[in-house]
């Protein structure tokens, strides 16, 4: 669980500052935080899109990079294998 966390942690941080830098970009001025009353068109195709890139680099960590070559888990539990070395 705590690989969840720290990975929704850093990803949020990341994905933070983006529309940020959208914001800086549009007026012209970077500041730390912002508020407005209005939105504009591009807050929810940005939006969108940094939720689904935040989605599809969770389940990347997940399914990907906590998975070897030889595809067995970083804890190292192997498949039973049958005389002949294939996987029952």
Same mark, same amino acid.
Do not use: K, Q
């Given at each position: 669980?705590?690989?969840? @966390? ?10 933070? =500052? +983006?529309?940020? &830098? ?23 195709? @940005? ?10 680099? =969770? +389940?990347?960590? &997940? ?26």
């Amino acid at each position: 669980m705590i690989d969840f @966390y720290f990975s929704v942690i850093i990803l949020g941080s990341i994905e933070a =500052l +983006v529309p940020l &830098f959208f914001e800086a970009r549009r007026t012209g001025r970077f500041v730390w935080h912002f508020t407005r009353e209005y939105s504009v068109r591009s807050d929810r195709t @940005y939006g969108t899109l940094l939720v689904f890139l935040g989605m599809g680099l =969770l +389940v990347f960590y &997940f399914a990907w990079l906590l998975h070897d070559a030889n595809g067995s888990s970083v804890s190292r539990c192997r498949a039973p294998a049958s005389s002949d070395g294939r996987a029952l």
